[in-house]
């Protein structure tokens, strides 16, 4: 991911439709919020940090979405307050995430591939739903960003459950989960450094037209 691929113009169309906006995340929270569940389930039985990752990500996600909701129609000021704090979990959670991941490369812990497969397939579907819906709007603020964002890089972090799920069955060793979970870690730092920019930028802006 570019470092530059927080630099764009918003779209004013994005800023005229916030009924349809705020449809979107409830939709978005409550598909979250249900994946987490299931997949921290999955992740504990079959043994997989990958699985215990995304379904961290899916939490962090919801309280995005809820966060969004929450701060909608405010200020850019405070929208960008609300992204430095996504920025935060998004970074907390990468950190957790290699802490958990050199655990199990200590430990020795093979997880269950088919379990794997068969759930980060479903979060798959999911997150494809989600993205498909959110795709108009990610061009707006920080705030609309960093939801895009969050979306995005759960997609990506499904199919690379799926590869993992693959390497985990065909070698019959942990590595490929552990590789995968580092890979979705430093995904979820990068986007904190992007979202934390693009904020902090929006607020520069905002106190010199003060």
């Known amino acids: ?3 530059n691929c927080c630099n764009h113009t918003p779209d004013p169309s994005t800023q005229q439709q916030p009924e349809r906006y705020r449809t979107i995340l409830w939709i978005a929270l409550a598909v979250n919020l249900g994946m987490f569940f299931i997949e921290i389930a ?3 039985k079959a043994g ?3 699985l215990l990752a995304d379904s961290l990500d899916f939490l962090g996600d919801a309280a995005n979405y809820g966060i969004s909701l ?3 129609g405010m200020s850019i000021a405070l929208r960008a307050r609300a992204s430095l704090i996504k920025a935060v979990s998004m970074l907390i959670f990468g950190v957790g995430v290699l802490t958990v991941a050199v655990w199990h490369a200590i430990s ?3 997880p269950e591939p088919q379990t794997m497969g068969l759930i980060g397939t479903l979060a798959l579907l999911a997150n494809l739903g989600v993205a498909a819906l959110l795709y108009a709007y990610r061009e707006g603020d920080s705030n609309m960003r960093s939801v895009w964002l969050c979306t995005r890089n759960d997609a990506l972090g499904n199919i690379a459950v799926l590869l993992a799920a693959v390497g985990v069955f065909g070698t ?3 590595w490929p989960d552990l590789l995968v979970a580092t890979v979705m870690a430093l995904l979820a730092i990068t986007s904190a450094y992007q979202v934390a920019r693009q904020a902090q930028q929006e607020l520069k802006s905002e106190h010199a037209h003060t």
Do not use: K, N
Request: proline share 0%.
């Open 1 to 3: 991911m570019g470092a």
């Open 42 to 44: 999955s992740g504990v």
């Open 48 to 50: 997989s940090v990958s």
């Open 70 to 72: 929450w701060v909608l």
């Open 108 to 110: 020795g812990q093979v």
């Open 172 to 174: 019959g060793t942990a």
